[in-house]
């Protein structure tokens, strides 16, 4: 971009983040979310989200990293995909991808300016009566539609922002629709129990359309079930219609039946942990639907498509030498799993300490005690770019609560830092770092997003140091 575009682009960027955007805001009830405001969007634009096929995901965990094994699938499919996922890491850009290559700056900036008109019409009408304008997510995934239509994408992978019924992507007519595991999360805006919560996520079950279940939980199974036969949608339900099971040599095998039977051999994924492996079933089953729609998907198309699928912030191992690994845990289900990845992943031998922030409004209790329990250090901070992060004193309570209920039964507790700033948290451990140390950084999306770019610059450059060695 040259120098007058790229002040378009800025001037763009700013103006959209001064809108509402929830992903910043900790005060969202039900009544914040309405759909009909992205149905008027759509319509002014010019139904860009009916440009292509649509496979819409949603659930509480792995709804990022079934979404990238579609997308990837496809991709080696030979299909043009389009991807939208959220939130973003480090760049906004990071939203939508169309074959694993994100959207440029330029692009995006051009995107604004299409769309600009419309919602400059929307936002007058509802200033006439007094009603608050488009939000920051509308305006996002509204222009992730239309890159996709400008861009003539073949199949648009379309991951939920927040919980479904209500989201921002539910105006889409998919080709199949899938639920990931379900626990409680975002329990202000979708309800404090599993059942309200898989309400909510079932939301995006339409009528007639095939829907693909990872939920685990009962309520969850039952709640989603009741939804789908209301509305005529053929459920396939993980560990009925669909299983894995790993092989000695390391790699898993994923049967099922969607129309026919199918058993796909010799798969393997890069992400690390078994869940994945549940992950990789809904992705497979769900392409197997689309075979049966007529979708030209093969065998090895859907092997390597899942050998080839990685999704950054998700146990993502950064180094093993030193171990480093970042996770966007934020609720006591993710940071279970975490845990027993992080454990297969580094060993009994390992001294295992934790960076941790977390968000104001999550269950910091659930959070922090398989942390405790596993941890040998753990430093407390709190994210500085998002001003939803829990203070660090009230972060160091629920600790120490963990660590007196651990204490009291002889168990074993760990030693707690605090750092007022995530970089002053990972200077600390670089500091202390020693030969046998491995590092988890988990808690929260926006932890990772703001820690990510400087460990990662922090590895390349020692390693390079290393290199002149």
């Not at 007058?124 to 920051?136: P, Q, V």
């Not at 996520?201 to 789908?228: F, R, T, Y």
């Not at 010799?266 to 769900?286: E, F, K, R, S």
Request: glycine residues 6%; charged residues 25%; negative net charge.
């Amino acid at each position: 971009m040259n120098e007058t575009a790229a002040s378009k682009y800025s001037r763009q960027l700013a103006e959209l983040y001064q809108r509402v955007n929830y992903e910043r805001q900790s005060s969202a009830g039900p009544r914040s979310f309405k759909l009909q405001t992205m149905h008027d969007l759509m319509h002014r634009l010019g139904h860009p989200h009916q440009a292509a096929p649509v496979i819409h995901v949603a659930g509480t965990k792995g709804k990022g990293s079934v979404s990238k094994m579609i997308g990837e699938i496809l991709r080696h499919a030979g299909m043009k995909t389009g991807i939208y996922s959220s939130p973003h890491l480090e760049r906004i850009n990071q939203r939508i991808a169309i074959n694993d290559e994100l959207i440029t700056d330029q692009q995006l900036s051009d995107v604004f300016e299409q769309i600009q008109p419309a919602i400059d019409s929307l936002d007058e009408e509802f200033a006439s009566r007094n009603e608050r304008g488009l939000t920051f997510f509308e305006i996002i995934t509204a222009a992730g539609f239309q890159f996709f239509a400008n861009q003539e994408v073949e199949a648009v992978v379309l991951e939920v922002g927040l919980g479904g019924r209500l989201d921002s992507t539910n105006v889409c007519q998919p080709a199949v629709s899938i639920i990931t595991n379900i626990s409680l999360d975002h329990v202000k805006q979708l309800g404090d129990t599993i059942t309200k919560i898989a309400t909510e996520k079932a939301g995006i079950i339409k009528p007639g359309v095939p829907v693909v279940s990872g939920a685990l939980h009962p309520e969850a199974i039952e709640a989603i079930q009741e939804i789908s036969a209301d509305r005529g949608a053929h459920l396939f339900q993980l560990d009925r219609d669909m299983s894995t099971n790993r092989n000695d040599d390391g790699k898993f095998e994923c049967s099922g039946t969607t129309r026919e039977p199918f058993a796909i051999d010799g798969l393997q994924v890069d992400m690390p942990g078994d869940h994945q492996h549940a992950n990789a079933a809904l992705a497979i089953t769900a392409c197997k639907i689309l075979v049966d729609q007529g979708w030209e998907i093969s065998e090895d198309h859907i092997r390597s498509g899942i050998a080839s699928a990685t999704l950054p912030g998700r146990t993502e191992i950064l180094s093993r030498s030193p171990f480093v690994m970042m996770d966007m845990a934020h609720n006591g289900a993710s940071v279970d799993a975490l845990m027993q990845t992080f454990d297969a992943e580094v060993g009994s031998e390992a001294r295992k300490r934790f960076l941790v922030a977390t968000t104001r409004e999550k269950e910091t209790a659930e959070i922090v005690e398989p942390l405790v329990a596993t941890a040998d250090e753990l430093v407390l901070t709190r994210y500085q770019e998002n001003p939803r992060g829990k203070p660090i004193d009230e972060l160091s309570a629920a600790v120490e609560e963990s660590i007196s209920r651990r204490r009291d039964l002889g168990q074993r507790i760990p030693d707690v830092q605090t750092r007022e700033t995530p970089e002053l948290a990972w200077q600390y451990l670089l500091e202390t770092l020693e030969c046998n140390d491995a590092i988890c950084v988990a808690g929260s999306a926006f932890l990772v997003a703001e820690l990510r770019p400087k460990v990662k610059r922090w590895l390349a450059e020692n390693s390079n140091k290393e290199n002149e060695q």
